[in-house]
């Protein structure tokens, strides 16, 4: 009996310790990794969050024209415009003039009715001065501010929460009543430019494929020294900055360019009628592929490396023609690598800017394009966001195809 | 990109012995031949004259950066160079800090600054320093027979060959309805219109399969000195220097102009915004104004500098008054970009470009 309890005692002090031991240890690699986590949580996750929840919060009317904003929520955008709404929305546009924010807010009603920017600018200036009875000064000053369709869109871009980003960056635009409708036809441009991104990816991985396979296939089986060397030629471009081979690519392709000179010294083609290879999607599709063909080389290759010969010697020796015991047995291995190059590129592609906007030309350039030239040029980082966020979408939406069909299981990075 | 003139500030520092009083100010501008005339006629006699240091960095226009760095609180600009839609529109939006103009130098000739500027380029928060030139300009070796007017560019039969156009709107829609018979004088008023905006892109549209895009400035020189495009358009200043430095045989069409202005900036929150505001009071002054204007071909702003303005500044034969875009003789059929009927169409004929493009 008392044998049994000192063993039970023993037992869970040891069971106490192991815990201790284990604990001391998760938590040792745990401290090791926070920084880390701290890092990505910092300047990933945060920022991202933070920016993708702009596509849909946009607080600039509201929390700058807080009475208007009051009052137009009880409106119901299609009868006349009361007086009483008119003397709100100078008050409030005088205090505006004064905080220096009118500019925003002019920026922000511009973005769903375009032409009312200098409307609200120039009506702010005399605001202080104006008096009842304020609709008619109003229209006084401004002939447009009797049009009911600034008021409507004024009370769309009240609200504080808003579907007209993610609406906009799918061509859709909001009718005053809510309810959504494409674009105009000329306007028409983001799903076009969507579309025209996964057909250059999905292009410029076939390409990479193709053209990478061998490659890796060669660097696999060739002896250590020559393939070492030959190694370096694929490392060698990857560590090069993307800008220079872009440009060395425009150096290649322009019609004054090597290749171009090429093929007119062999009478290919004659001096009026060079190709055009650059400034298109031919010029976008050949310098991405080139770009990214270290990213489909190096885990092919790791994949090769590892698969026995004796494999395909076996097939050999049992009869298998050299096409069978490549195809049957070769490539079914190689797979793996495949998935792991294949999903690299794409992803890699789908975001691709620095290239395209060199030398994609009109019918090259891709959605990140359009990003970049919302975050830099007009400034409505919310559109940004919503591309980002309608682009993120479809990203996960395609790894959770590939995940089904070829199994996120299958991929093998080395 | 980052171009230090530190060195030589700091050696002149240390000899007029006032190193520790030295401010360091960061100006910004759109770097090449450009950032190096306002080094030559603004960094340099200011360094010497208040023994500060100048920090030159370059950027590729745009508020975004300001707007970021406003927003953020963490301000590292003093001065940017911007275009007048963005001075406007960052004024408006309160990321700028404001000017008074009576605190600025008279001219040399004793004017009052508020009367010596040109009009409409002094603004709330922004003081303009030259005006350049959206021109178009040639190789005059590859075409036989000169192209004189704007309609010229857009006439692919009789001057066949690639042209070079920017990659946006801006100026270009202007340029169609100038080559499709509109005066400079109404060209806003039509394109104010549905049809006006129709009609401009109907323009571009005929010679759509001609155009090589190009977005940086130093661009279309370089398309034209490899053959790419027989024409482009261009800032004039890049053509007029790559003729001057690296006689290159391009010529300059002034019929059609464009016309804009580069204003100085200070962000709001500006870490040096004293020593900032007297950079720019002291560039906006008539010498250094009329010194830029020997280093490229921007015009300067000011009334008193105009009769300043000499050779280029290692060819005293090469007078620069003729190439100002405010030269009588280019003048003849010009337009001033306007700006508020960008600030208010931008965004939505931005997208029909685009869209216009991707068909």
């Given amino acids: ?414 | 990109m980052k171009r230090v003139t530190t060195v030589l500030a700091a050696a002149l520092a240390a000899t007029v012995g006032v190193a520790n009083a030295a401010d360091t100010v960061t100006v910004v501008s759109w770097g090449g031949a450009y950032t190096k005339s306002q080094i030559e006629a603004y960094h340099k006699p200011w360094i010497a004259r208040t023994g500060n240091f100048i920090v030159s960095e370059d950027y590729n226009g745009g508020l975004a950066e300001i707007k970021a760095q406003v927003e953020a609180g963490n301000v590292k600009w003093d001065v940017v160079d911007v275009e007048l839609s963005d001075a406007i529109r960052g004024c408006d939006e309160g990321l700028l800090e404001e000017f008074d103009i009576s605190t600025f130098p008279a001219g040399t000739d004793g004017t009052a600054a508020a009367d010596d500027f040109l009009e409409g380029t002094v603004y709330d928060c922004a003081v303009a320093n030259i005006v350049w030139s959206t021109i178009y300009a040639y190789d005059s070796t590859k075409l036989s027979n000169a192209p004189s007017t704007i309609a010229d560019f857009f006439d692919v039969e009789k001057f066949p060959g690639k042209r070079g156009i920017r990659k946006n709107p801006k100026a270009n829609l202007e340029m169609a309805l100038m080559a499709d018979g509109v005066p400079a004088g109404e060209v806003y008023d039509v394109l104010e219109t549905e049809e006006g905006v129709e009609r401009a892109f109907a323009k571009l549209d005929s010679i759509k399969d001609s155009v090589v895009w190009w977005e940086a400035g130093a661009q279309p020189p370089q398309l034209l000195a490899d053959g790419e495009v027989v024409m482009t358009t261009a800032y004039n200043g890049r053509i007029f220097n790559a003729v001057a430095s690296e006689k290159k045989p391009f010529e300059i069409v002034w019929d059609g102009q464009v016309w804009d202005l580069d204003l100085f900036v200070i962000p709001k929150g500006a870490p040096n915004k004293e020593a900032a505001m007297d950079f720019v009071k002291f560039s906006t002054g008539t010498e250094p104004l009329a010194a830029q204007a020997s280093w490229i071909s921007y015009g300067p702003v000011r009334k008193s500098s105009s009769s300043l303005v000499g050779s280029f500044h290692d060819q005293p034969d090469l007078k620069m008054d003729v190439h100002m875009p405010t030269a009588p003789n280019n003048m003849k059929n010009a337009l001033q970009n306007n700006f508020e009927f960008w600030a208010d169409n931008q965004d939505q004929l931005n997208e029909q470009f685009n869209a216009w493009l991707a068909q």
């Fill in chain 1, 1 to 414: 009996m008392a044998q049994t309890a000192a063993g039970a005692i023993d037992d869970k002090l040891l069971k106490k310790r192991l815990d201790k031991a284990l604990f001391r240890n998760r938590s040792r690699a745990f401290f090791l990794v926070v920084p880390l986590l701290l890092f990505l949580l910092v300047a990933f996750v945060g920022p991202i969050v933070y920016f993708l929840t702009r596509a849909f919060i946009d607080d600039t009317f509201s929390s700058l024209m807080p009475e208007t904003t009051a009052i137009l929520a009880d409106w119901d955008s299609t009868t006349e415009p009361t007086e009483e709404m008119y003397a709100v929305l100078v008050a409030d546009m005088v205090v505006a003039r004064e905080n220096k924010t009118i500019g925003k807010v002019a920026t922000r009603v511009n973005r769903d009715k375009p032409g009312t920017r200098s409307l609200f600018t120039s009506t702010a200036r005399k605001a202080a001065k104006l008096e009842a009875p304020f609709k008619e000064s109003l229209i006084g000053v401004k002939k447009k501010w009797g049009d009911i369709e600034v008021w409507q869109a004024m009370k769309t871009a009240s609200a504080k929460y808003t579907l007209g980003y993610y609406a906009a960056a799918l061509d859709l635009k909001k009718n005053s009543d809510g309810s959504f409708e494409r674009q105009d036809e000329k306007r028409r441009i983001h799903i076009t430019l969507l579309t025209r991104t996964l057909k250059i990816s999905f292009l410029v991985t076939i390409f990479c494929l193709a053209l990478g396979y061998p490659i890796a296939y060669l660097l696999a089986t060739l002896p250590a020294k020559t393939s070492n060397l030959l190694l370096i030629l694929v490392l060698l471009p990857f560590w090069t900055s993307i800008l220079v081979r872009t440009t060395a690519w425009i150096a290649m392709l322009q019609s004054q360019g090597v290749v171009n000179d090429l093929l007119v010294y062999f009478g290919i083609t004659n001096d009026d009628s060079r190709f055009s290879l650059i400034y298109n999607q031919l010029g976008t599709l050949i310098a991405m592929t080139h770009i990214l063909l270290p990213f489909m080389v190096l885990p092919l290759y790791s994949v090769m490396k590892g698969i026995p010969p004796s494999y395909v010697r076996a097939a050999k020796s049992l009869g298998a023609t050299n096409w069978t015991a490549f195809w049957r047995v070769y490539a079914p291995q190689t797979v793996p690598g495949i998935g792991a190059g294949a999903i690299l590129v794409f992803i890699v592609a789908i975001g691709y800017y620095i290239t395209p906007a060199l030398v994609g030309g009109q019918d090259g350039t891709m959605i990140s394009n359009t990003i970049d030239d919302h975050m830099r040029k007009s400034l409505n980082w919310n559109l940004a966001a919503a591309l980002g966020g309608v682009l993120m979408v479809v990203v996960m939406t395609l790894y959770w195809i590939y995940d089904r069909v070829v199994g996120i299981d299958n991929m093998k990075l080395g």
